[in-house]
């Protein structure tokens, strides 16, 4: 299975940009990238995917590197809301990748 | 809309009790998920559903943990003989069966064995 790494921890300051960066050398050509993220005492939930391109929504932005070796989830404006663990995971093009496999990801502290 | 939802919340049992935990997913999602988090750590695969297909037990961690899915719709988890190590927040996901499709996750039952 395709795995991923991601730094244990990262910090940022209240209002400014988070880049949490996540490595995926071995992802094939089908899989998407997807982000989640973990709020204490919930589960994960959704946050962006994306296959090639880069990919806007209203959380996050996503920026995909050129070979799809790694990823960046891009924050644009901190909040105290946004600590959390945040997990970067592939997910296969038929849905059915057995083990979705989502290591420990990143804590991201927020600091006011 | 209705998202997953898990039952009970919390759930406290003795050691050697069995326990059921269960699992509503999103209607009309054919693949369910089952995972494992111990305090601080991440999440543990435990068992895939897909559609009508046999299910991915693989990270099942022993003969005591067992898992169905009715009529593809609700599942439950079932620990026998619980185990103090098996205390833990039991997390299950629902999503459509396409790499493009996010996961839904209930918030999870916290079990605790005394």
């Known amino acids: 299975d395709a795995k991923t790494t991601q730094p244990n921890s990262m910090e940022s300051n209240e209002e400014e940009p988070v880049h949490l960066p996540c490595n995926h050398s071995?992802?094939?050509?089908?899989?998407?990238i997807h982000w989640y993220r973990q709020l204490p005492s919930q589960g994960p939930e959704y946050v962006i995917h994306?296959?090639?391109s880069n990919v806007n929504n209203r959380m996050a932005s996503l920026a995909i590197a050129e070979d799809r070796k790694s990823s960046t989830l891009i924050l644009h404006r901190a909040t105290l809301r946004d600590a959390a663990v945040y997990y970067c995971?592939?997910?296969?093009?038929?849905?059915?990748?057995?083990?979705?496999?989502f290591g420990s990801g990143t804590q991201l502290t927020v600091l006011p | 809309g209705a998202g997953v939802s898990q039952s009970p919340s919390n759930k406290v049992t003795e050691k050697g009790k069995d326990v059921e935990l269960r699992c509503d997913p999103i209607?009309?999602?054919?693949?369910l998920y089952w995972y494992r988090q111990s305090l601080g750590q991440g999440l543990e695969f435990l068992i895939y559903?897909?559609?009508?297909?046999?299910?991915?037990k693989s990270g099942l961690p022993s003969d005591r943990f067992s898992a169905e899915r009715t009529g593809g719709s609700v599942s439950t988890l079932t620990i026998q003989r619980t185990q103090q190590e098996d205390s833990a927040v039991y997390l299950c996901?629902?999503?459509?069966?396409?790499?493009?499709?996010?996961?839904?996750f209930g918030n999870g039952t916290r079990l605790t064995v005394t």
């Open positions: 996901a629902s999503s459509l069966l396409r790499g493009n499709s996010p996961l839904h």
């Open positions: 071995t992802i094939s050509g089908t899989d998407y």
């Open positions: 994306g296959l090639t």
């Open positions: 995971i592939l997910r296969t093009e038929s849905g059915s990748a057995r083990q979705l496999t």
């Open positions: 209607s009309g999602h054919t693949a």
């Open positions: 559903f897909q559609g009508n297909s046999a299910p991915d």
